[in-house]
């Protein structure tokens, strides 16, 4: 097994695992942090699927979708994204700490 294909089946079972846990803690909580936490981990795994089909040629960029700066748009989306949830859980949170 070469490295390369090693180390996506590693990112796509840990990565399949999170989104999972994401998924179920999504049914249980309600408050917004968690939700852009759990929102930023679906978007990242969602990201690493699509990178996989990619990299095994399944699935094709286009050269119809547009770029930015010489990247993929969805390629830059999926990248931007997960963060872009990130941090705005951490804002949400910061914001709504209870002050003790």
Not at 53 to 72: Q, R, T, W
Request: proline residues 4%; glycine residues 6%.
């Amino acid at each position: 097994m070469q490295p390369d294909m090693l180390l996506h089946c590693i990112k796509l079972v840990l990565g399949g695992i999170a989104a999972f846990l994401a998924i179920l803690l999504w049914s249980k909580t309600r408050e917004a942090p968690w939700v852009a936490v759990i929102a930023g981990t679906v978007t990242a795994y969602a990201g690493i699927v699509y990178n996989v089909l990619i990299v095994f040629g399944i699935a094709v960029e286009k050269s119809s979708v547009p770029a930015v700066a010489g990247i993929n748009i969805i390629t830059l989306l999926f990248t931007v994204i997960p963060q872009l949830f990130f941090i705005a859980a951490f804002i949400i949170a910061l914001i709504t700490r209870k002050r003790i």
